[in-house]
């Protein structure tokens, strides 16, 4: 818990809040912040993940802008992802496709 009571992280319905680590293919690690949502694409069946990661020096110091895979890992899972197009703000779009690094809810309630 947080010094206001919430968690270090929210996982929700639609996906994933809060710290994860991000391995480039060169090996380095950046820790961020990331939000993270997901869907069921349906012409596919599979599942499509995506969001942002928090303004990060190091990172855009590394990349300078341009794209990169990486592995993100978040305290629900790993997954292997694109970052991408980096906003006005300095963040990266980050990507992937099937399972995603966070919980996904696969019951429907009654």
């Given at each position: 818990m947080t010094h206001d009571g919430h968690t270090d992280h929210d996982d929700d319905d639609d996906g994933y809040r809060g710290p994860a680590s991000l391995r480039l293919a060169d090996e380095q690690v950046f820790d961020a912040e990331v939000t993270l949502r997901g869907y069921v694409e349906p012409l596919d069946g599979r599942y499509h993940w995506y969001g942002r990661v928090a303004v990060h020096a190091g990172l855009e110091a590394a990349l300078?802008?341009?794209?990169?895979?990486?592995?993100?890992?978040?305290?629900?899972?790993?997954?292997?992802?694109?970052?991408?197009d980096v906003d006005p703000w300095g963040r990266y779009r980050i990507a992937g496709v099937s399972t995603p690094p966070f919980a996904v809810v696969t019951e429907v309630p009654a």
């Amino acid at each position: 818990m947080t010094h206001d009571g919430h968690t270090d992280h929210d996982d929700d319905d639609d996906g994933y809040r809060g710290p994860a680590s991000l391995r480039l293919a060169d090996e380095q690690v950046f820790d961020a912040e990331v939000t993270l949502r997901g869907y069921v694409e349906p012409l596919d069946g599979r599942y499509h993940w995506y969001g942002r990661v928090a303004v990060h020096a190091g990172l855009e110091a590394a990349l300078g802008g341009k794209r990169a895979q990486a592995v993100v890992t978040t305290p629900r899972g790993e997954a292997v992802g694109e970052l991408s197009d980096v906003d006005p703000w300095g963040r990266y779009r980050i990507a992937g496709v099937s399972t995603p690094p966070f919980a996904v809810v696969t019951e429907v309630p009654a």
